[in-house]
């Protein structure tokens, strides 16, 4: 009997410092699905106004109800998926190339300032020129559709890996490169154990950001003579007036997006020397 009051006296503390961080948690819960209970609420209004006014009634499939219906539907049939896997393939290679030629030039851009000088000004013009204006020129270059949707991915992706990556690594201490070459390591050895580890929450906000962009791009892009893609499945719901599967396609481009918004999120936490967003 002793020892069981014993256990319930050392447990119970235990239990009470536990409970303030399940209820922060609660609360940050609650919190974070109240901002999606609220975009809820205003598409749900939205779809009711839309629906009673007989100018808009032809877009009620607009409505929460009817797409996510029809969303429910292209999820059992295999439409979502079929065209998801085009649309993240073109996004995968796009980004692996971006990501293949953003980070080496960035660090080029960090560590030699006569090359950061000589293309400061050729960089800031190409970046601030919009990616779907490389659209006409991509048409005639490539000789596939696809290869001009990714070249136009890498147009738009490439500036914040090559800036991010620069940025991470003008913040490095120069001491730690001073240290490493009297230490008789080699530049690879100094990229590997240096550059890479020190700058990796920087390369990696780099490519978040380039993937967001890139995800904005592909849409539009996907208006080309392709005829698969989350762009194409758009384009062909306004043509064929099926706008609950186009509010649907809409609510997989933001779902897709967000999840690997978060992927990138969760390492970018991963690498993070403070560990804090």
């Known amino acids: 009997m002793t020892e069981a009051l014993t256990i319930v006296r050392v447990r119970s503390p235990n239990i009470a410092a536990r409970f303030p961080t399940m209820k922060k948690r609660v ?10 209970a609220l975009l809820l609420g205003v598409w749900i209004v939205c779809g009711w106004l839309i629906e009673r006014n007989p100018a808009t009634a032809a877009f009620a499939g607009f409505a929460p ?15 979502a998926l079929a065209a998801c896997l085009p649309s993240l ?17 960035g660090v080029l851009v960090g560590r030699k300032e006569v090359f950061r000088r000589a293309t400061h000004l050729p960089f800031q013009l190409l970046r601030m020129v919009s990616p779907l204006a490389w659209m006409p020129i991509a048409i005639l270059v490539f000789p596939t559709w696809n290869g ?3 070249f136009l991915i890498v147009a738009a992706s490439i500036w914040p890996i090559i800036f991010s990556t ?16 009297n230490l008789g390591a080699s530049n690879w050895r100094i990229l590997s154990a240096v550059i890479v580890p020190a700058t990796a929450q920087d390369m990696l906000t780099g490519v978040r950001l380039a993937l967001g962009v890139a995800w904005i791009v592909l849409v539009p892009a996907e208006y080309l003579g392709v005829t ?17 599967r ?26 993070s020397w403070t560990h804090h967003d």
């Open 65 to 79: 109800v009817p797409t996510l219906r029809r969303l429910f539907s292209m999820i059992l049939d295999g439409a």
């Open 166 to 181: 620069a940025h991470g690594l003008k913040k490095l201490d120069p001491d730690w490169f001073r240290l490493a070459h």
């Open 27 to 36: 609360k940050n819960i609650l919190i974070d699905l109240s901002g999606l």
């Open 148 to 150: 001009a949707i990714v």
């Open 246 to 271: 186009l509010a649907a396609t809409v609510v997989i481009i933001g779902v897709i997006g967000f999840l690997l918004d978060s992927v990138l999120l969760a390492m970018i936490s991963r690498v």
């Open 89 to 105: 393939a073109r996004i995968s290679g796009g980004l692996a190339i971006a990501i293949c030629m953003g980070v080496p030039i």
């Open 228 to 244: 698969s893609g989350l762009g194409y499945a758009i384009n062909d719901a306004r043509d064929t007036l099926e706008y609950d």
